[in-house]
C-alpha cells in the first residue's frame, strides 16, 4: 500500500524551495549593484549613498532638506537610516568592527572620532574640506580639535553644544530672586532650595546612570571642584576627595532640590518638566534654549540662561559634537564626502534657516552662523551666550589639573564608555540611598584603575 | 526484519510458519513507521540545528578569544582567561540572583492575573468577545514601546498617570524608578504577559469536559468545589506548559531593564550584563564567555527542574 | 455554563479590571493623538484637541516599506514554524518516538543563550554569507527561535487528543501521514492556531536581531518604531502614533485567530 503524501505539503516544500532560491539571488543591499566609485563630475552613473544616522532635529531637518541635495546633483540618491541612538552605537560599531561596509557616511560623536580615526577606520577628509566656499576655520575651534586626530580632520560637525545653567524668570523673581551670569555650584545650590515649594523644584539635573547621561554632568562637576578621572600619570581619582566632594554634593542637591524620581530623569524628562513649569533650573545641554524657544514652546521668552556653574575653575561647560564620518569600508568616497560637506556647509545652514526656521539652523558648529543677522534675531536670547560658551571651553584641560587626554565629558580612551557606565550606576545606586558614596567611589575606583592601567 | 532462524527451515508447523510471517511484516511495519516518524521530525531539529548551534559554537570560539572591538590589533587566543573574568568580576552572582528574582516575580504575577482573567473571561456575557480580544493588546504591543510608554507616560512622577490617580485617591506617589526599580519592570513585565498566561489557561479552561462539570453541579458541589477538584487537577499540564515557556522567554528579556533602570537596583539580570559587556564593553570574548557560563548554568537548572516537577515532560502520550 | 443566570455584577466586575487592565494601551493610542506638547503635560492631559502631526510624520518617513518587510518576516518565518513544527510534535506526542524526551530538551536548550552573546557571531556569520539586510535571512532566523516554542505547545495540544480517536483510525488502517494530516490537524486546529499566532507576534515584535541585522532594504518595524526616540527632544506623541499602527496589524491577526481560538478549543466536541 503506497503511501500518499498530502499535496498541499509538496506544493508548500516547492513555494518555500523557490522562495529561498529567489532570495539568494535577490536579496541584499543595493551597494553590491552600484560597485562603481563615481566622480562628482559624471553625474551620469546613480549612486547610493547610506547616511546611518541619529533622530534629532537636526538630522529630521537634514533628511528633508536633502531632496535639494538631490535636485542639485541627479543620480545621486541619498538614503537615511535613522535608528536610536544605542542602536546606532551598536550598529555601526558592529559594522565597522567587521568591515561589513553597509554604510557610506556615518554619524559619530567627539569621543569616537579620535579612537576611529587612530584604528585606520575613517577616511581622512583634510583634501575634502580645503576650499574656501568650506571655510573649515569658520567651524568653532574646540570642536574642531574634538574631531581631529594627529592634525588631520576626520570628521565634520553638524551638531555641536556645551552645558549651560536655564532658568525660568518667572519663577526665580516671583521668589525674590536673582541668578548671577556665572554662578558658582554653592549659589545655585541656595537658590534652588530657597525656590522649591509643593509645585515647584529647585533645578533639574540629569540623574540617569550612563556615561553620556548622568556622568555627562557630573564629570563637568568632578572637574570644576578639583578632581578628575585621572591624572597624568593614568592614576584614577575616582575616589579622591575632590571627587567625592562633587558627588556628595550632586546627591544632596538631588535629594533637597532635585526631581522626584532623578534616577530616570535625563535630557528629555528634564525637558518636559522646564517646559511645564515644574522646574525652576535646569543644567544642560546648550541645545535645549532652542527647544523651548521654540514658536509654540509655552515657556518662550520666559527662560533666563547663564554660564554653566563652577568651583575652582573658570567656566566647566561640556564639549559635544554629533559629526558625519565617512568610513574606509565605502565604495563611494568622492559621492559621500561631497554630501557631507554639502551637509555642513554655510549654504546649509542658509538654507535650513530660510526654508524652515531660523532657530533650527544646526547650533554650535559654524561661528559665522553666530554672525547671521537672521540667527542673531531670531535666537537672541540664547544664541551670544552659546557661542561664549562653546568658545572658550577647552578640551585639553577643563579641570584644575592637567589630565592626558583630550576631551571635557568623557576620556577618550575605548574603555571609558563601559567605566563610566559601571561608575555611574554605582553613584546611582548611591543616589538612591543602597549604598554610601564611599562605596560607590571606592569600587568605582577600582574599575577606573584597571582601564587607567591599560593605557601606561 | 527478524533474524535468519534456521527453527523455520526445520519446523513443519505452518502456523508457526505464518505466525513468524506476520510478526516479521508487523515489525517491518514498525520499523518503516519509525522511520517515517523521524522524517517527520528531523527537518525541524536540522532545521534548528544548523541555525542555532553554528553561531553557539561561533561563540563558543569567541570566548577563547581577547577581543576588544575598539581595539582590533590586539585581538589574540587567550584559552580560559575570559571566564576567569567571567568567574572574578563579581557580576555574575548578582545578576543570577537578579534574574531569578526578577523571572519569577514576573511570572508569577502573569500567571495569577493570568487565572484571574481566564476564569472572568471563560463564563459567558456580553461582550465577552471583545473583552477577550482588549485583553490581548498588551502582548501585541512592541515590547520597547511598551517600555517607553510606561516609562513616559505612566511612570513619570510629573506627566504619568499612575501617580495622578494615585494622588487623586489619597494614595502615596512613589518614585518609582529610583525606590522601586524592581517593582517597576516587574509591572511592566507582568503587564505584558498576563495575556500570554490567560490564553494558555483559557485554552484549558475551554476544553474541560462539560459533561463532568455539569455532573459536579448537579451532585451539588459547590463552584468553589468544582473549581478546586475538578478543574484544578485538568489544569496542571496547562500550567506547566505557560509557566515553562513563559520563564523561557522571560529569561532572557531585555528592553524594560535598559528603557526604564539601566541595571541599576539589583535590576542586572544575565541578559542585560551580557549585553553590557558585548555592546558597551565591547568586549566580544568576555561577553561570549558570559553566554556560555549562561547556558551552562541553566541547563543544569532546567534539567533539575523538568526532570522532577514537570509532569508534561517527564509523561509520555496518555496511556 | 455554569451559571444559569448571568450574574450582573460579576460581569461589571470583569469590565472594570479589563479596563483598568489595558488603560495604558488605550492611553498610548490617546497620546498619538496629541501634539508633543499635550502628550507631556502635567497633569495629564485627558481632554485635549486632537493632532495629527505625529501620524503625518510617521506617514513621512514611509512605514509602509517597514511593515511589509515585518509582514514577510512575520508570515514567512510562521509558515516556516508550522510546516516544520507539526509533524515534529506528532512525532513528540502522539506517537512517541523514544528520544523525544531528550530531542525536547535540545529544542528547548537553543533559547537559553542570551540574544547579545550570540548576536555578533550571527552577524558575523550572515555577513560572510552576504545575507546581512535580508528579510528572507530574517525570516529564517525567526523560525528557528521559534519553532521549539511550537513544538512544545502543540506537542502539548496533541497529547489531548482522546486516544480513543486515533486507535479507532489505526484500526481502520490509516498510516502515519493520514492520521497526522487528516485527523490530527483538524482536531487540534484551536492549538494550532494559538501556536501559530503566538510565533507570529514574536517574530512581529522582534527587535534586537533586526536593528542589528538589517539595513536600508530589509528593515522591519521593530527598529523604525526605535528610530523616532529623539535624545534631544520631544518624541512621545509620535512614538505613540508609530506604535499603534504598528500594531494594527498584530490586531487584525489576532482578531481573526481569535475567531478559531474561541469556537471548539473544547474537544469534548468531538466525542
Known amino acids: ?456 | 526484519m527478524p533474524a535468519f532462524s534456521a527453527r523455520l527451515w526445520f519446523s513443519r508447523d505452518l502456523r508457526e510458519v505464518r505466525l513468524f510471517l506476520q510478526k516479521a511484516k508487523s515489525t517491518t511495519k514498525k520499523t518503516a513507521d519509525k522511520a517515517k516518524l523521524k522524517g517527520l521530525l528531523y527537518p525541524a531539529v536540522i532545521f534548528v540545528i544548523i541555525l542555532t548551534q553554528l553561531p553557539f559554537l561561533l561563540t563558543i570560539v569567541f570566548s577563547s578569544i581577547n577581543w576588544n572591538l575598539l581595539k582590533p590589533a590586539d585581538r589574540q587566543f587567550v584559552g580560559l582567561e575570559n571566564y576567569a573574568t567571567v568567574f572574578s568580576s563579581g557580576d555574575l552572582i548578582p545578576a543570577l540572583i537578579a534574574t531569578i528574582t526578577m523571572t519569577t516575580m514576573a511570572v508569577v504575577s502573569s500567571l495569577l492575573l493570568g487565572l484571574l482573567f481566564a476564569l472572568l473571561l471563560d463564563r459567558k456575557f456580553k461582550g465577552r468577545a471583545l473583552a477577550r480580544t482588549l485583553i490581548i493588546t498588551p502582548f501585541l504591543v512592541m515590547p520597547a514601546a511598551a517600555a517607553l510608554s510606561w516609562k513616559f507616560s505612566m511612570f513619570d512622577t510629573n506627566i504619568g498617570a499612575v501617580n495622578y490617580f494615585a494622588g487623586l485617591l489619597g494614595l502615596p506617589e512613589p518614585a518609582w524608578i529610583t525606590d522601586y526599580p524592581m517593582v517597576s519592570i516587574v509591572i511592566v513585565l507582568a503587564w505584558q504577559f498576563t495575556p500570554f498566561m490567560m490564553l494558555i489557561l483559557l485554552a484549558g479552561l475551554q476544553s474541560q469536559d462539560q459533561e463532568v462539570l455539569e455532573a459536579a453541579a448537579v451532585d451539588g458541589s459547590s463552584t468553589w468545589k468544582t473549581f478546586q477538584l475538578i478543574t484544578m487537577p485538568h489544569l496542571r499540564v496547562y500550567f506547566e506548559i505557560a509557566i515553562l515557556l513563559g520563564t523561557i522567554i522571560l529569561l532572557q528579556v531585555f528592553d524594560p531593564i535598559a528603557i526604564l533602570t539601566k541595571g541599576t537596583g539589583g535590576t542586572k539580570t544575565l541578559s542585560y550584563l551580557l549585553y553590557e559587556r558585548a555592546f558597551i564593553g565591547l568586549n566580544v570574548g568576555e561577553a561570549a564567555a558570559y553566554g556560555v557560563i549562561v547556558v551552562v548554568i541553566t541547563i543544569v537548572l532546567a534539567t533539575l527542574a523538568l526532570r522532577t516537577l514537570f509532569s508534561v515532560f517527564t509523561r509520555g502520550v496518555r496511556a | 455554563m455554569r451559571h444559569q443566570r448571568p450574574n450582573v455584577l460579576l460581569t461589571i466586575a470583569t469590565w472594570v479590571l479589563v479596563i483598568i487592565f489595558i488603560f495604558p494601551v488605550f492611553w498610548t493610542i490617546l497620546n498619538g493623538f496629541k501634539s508633543e506638547f499635550d502628550a507631556t503635560a502635567n497633569p495629564p492631559k485627558f481632554l485635549f484637541s486632537p493632532d495629527l502631526a505625529g501620524y503625518e510624520l510617521v506617514a513621512q518617513r514611509g512605514m509602509l516599506a517597514y511593515l511589509w518587510n515585518s509582514v514577510v518576516a512575520s508570515i514567512g518565518s510562521t509558515v516556516v514554524v508550522m510546516l516544520l513544527s507539526i509533524p515534529a510534535a506528532y512525532a513528540l506526542s502522539v506517537r512517541e518516538i523514544k528520544q523525544s524526551q531528550n530531542t525536547l530538551f535540545f529544542l528547548i536548550s537553543t533559547r537559553f543563550l542570551p540574544v547579545a552573546a550570540g548576536i555578533l557571531p550571527l552577524y558575523l556569520i550572515l555577513k560572510n554569507l552576504g545575507f546581512l539586510d535580508n528579510v528572507w535571512a530574517l525570516a529564517i532566523i525567526y523560525a528557528a527561535i521559534n519553532i521549539p516554542l511550537a513544538i512544545w505547545m502543540l506537542r502539548s495540544f496533541f497529547m489531548e487528543i482522546p486516544k480513543e480517536v486515533t486507535e479507532a483510525a489505526r484500526i481502520d488502517g490509516a498510516g502515519i501521514i493520514r492520521e497526522l494530516v487528516r485527523i490530527v490537524v483538524p482536531i487540534t486546529i484551536p492549538g494550532i492556531v494559538a501556536a501559530a499566532l503566538i510565533c507570529f507576534i514574536f517574530a512581529w515584535n522582534e527587535y534586537f536581531i533586526a536593528t542589528l541585522v538589517t539595513g536600508a532594504t530589509a528593515k522591519t518595524t521593530p527598529p523604525f518604531l526605535a528610530s523616532f526616540v529623539d535624545g534631544r527632544g520631544f518624541f512621545l506623541a509620535v512614538l505613540s502614533s508609530a506604535a499603534t499602527l504598528a500594531a494594527l496589524p498584530v490586531v487584525v491577526v489576532g482578531w481573526l485567530a481569535q475567531k478559531h481560538l474561541v469556537r471548539g478549543l473544547s474537544l469534548g466536541a468531538i466525542k
Open chain 1, 1 to 456: 500500500m503506497r503511501q500518499r503524501k498530502a499535496p498541499w505539503l509538496g506544493a508548500a516544500a516547492a513555494l518555500f524551495t523557490a522562495a529561498l532560491v529567489s532570495a539568494s539571488c535577490g536579496g541584499g543591499t543595493d551597494t553590491a549593484e552600484e560597485a562603481e566609485t563615481t566622480t562628482t563630475e559624471t553625474a551620469a552613473t546613480p549612486v547610493t549613498i547610506t547616511v546611518a544616522t541619529v533622530n534629532n532635529g537636526q538630522m529630521k531637518d537634514m533628511e528633508q532638506l536633502t531632496a535639494e541635495y538631490e535636485a542639485q546633483n541627479p543620480g545621486v540618491d541619498v538614503v537615511f537610516q535613522i535608528m536610536e541612538e544605542g542602536d546606532l552605537r551598536s550598529s555601526v560599531t558592529a559594522d565597522i568592527a567587521s568591515g561589513a561596509g553597509q554604510y557610506d557616511v556615518v554619524t559619530i560623536g567627539s569621543y569616537e572620532v579620535p579612537q576611529w580615526a587612530a584604528n585606520g577606520w575613517l577616511t581622512d577628509l583634510t583634501p575634502y574640506v580645503g576650499t574656501p566656499e568650506y571655510d573649515v576655520d569658520d567651524i568653532i575651534k574646540p570642536v574642531r580639535d574634538a574631531l581631529s586626530y594627529e592634525g588631520q580632520l576626520y570628521a565634520v560637525p553638524f551638531y555641536g553644544e556645551s552645558s549651560i545653567l536655564m532658568y525660568n524668570k518667572e519663577i526665580i523673581e516671583a521668589a525674590g530672586l536673582t541668578v548671577p551670569n556665572k554662578p558658582t555650584w554653592q549659589e545655585v545650590a541656595e537658590i534652588a532650595k530657597k525656590v522649591k515649594s509643593d509645585k515647584v523644584n529647585g533645578i533639574c539635573m540629569r540623574g540617569k546612570p550612563g556615561w553620556g547621561e548622568s556622568f555627562a554632568v557630573l564629570t563637568t562637576m568632578v572637574q570644576t571642584f578639583g578632581g578628575n578621572w585621572y591624572d597624568m600619570d593614568w592614576k584614577a581619582g575616582v575616589n579622591s576627595p575632590e571627587f567625592t566632594q562633587a558627588i556628595t554634593f550632586y546627591k544632596d542637591l538631588l535629594e533637597t532640590a532635585g526631581p522626584k524620581d532623578p534616577l530616570s530623569y535625563s535630557f528629555n524628562e528634564c525637558l518636559n518638566g522646564m517646559k511645564n513649569g515644574d522646574f525652576a533650573m535646569w543644567y544642560d545641554a546648550t541645545s535645549l534654549a532652542g527647544l523651548l524657544e521654540s514658536d509654540d514652546s509655552p515657556v518662550k521668552g520666559k527662560m533666563g540662561y547663564v554660564y554653566a556653574p563652577v568651583v575652582k575653575t573658570k567656566n566647566s561647560g561640556w564639549l559635544w559634537a554629533w559629526s558625519l564620518a565617512i568610513p574606509k569600508t565605502t565604495k563611494n568616497v568622492d559621492a559621500a564626502a561631497d554630501f557631507i560637506t554639502w551637509a555642513t556647509s554655510k549654504e546649509y545652514h542658509q538654507l535650513v534657516g530660510e526654508t524652515l526656521d531660523w532657530n533650527r539652523v544646526p547650533p554650535g558648529s559654524r561661528t559665522s552662523t553666530f554672525e547671521n543677522p537672521n540667527y542673531k534675531e531670531a535666537a537672541a536670547a540664547y544664541a551670544p551666550i552659546t557661542l561664549e560658551v562653546m568658545s572658550s571651553v577647552n578640551p585639553n584641560q577643563p579641570g584644575v589639573n592637567p589630565q592626558p587626554w583630550v576631551g571635557i565629558q568623557y576620556v577618550s580612551i575605548p574603555e571609558f564608555q563601559d567605566v563610566g557606565n559601571q561608575v555611574a550606576q554605582l553613584v546611582a545606586d548611591a543616589v538612591a540611598g543602597r549604598i554610601t558614596v564611599k562605596e560607590a567611589l571606592d569600587k568605582g575606583q577600582e574599575i577606573a584603575q584597571k582601564a587607567g592601567d591599560a593605557q601606561k
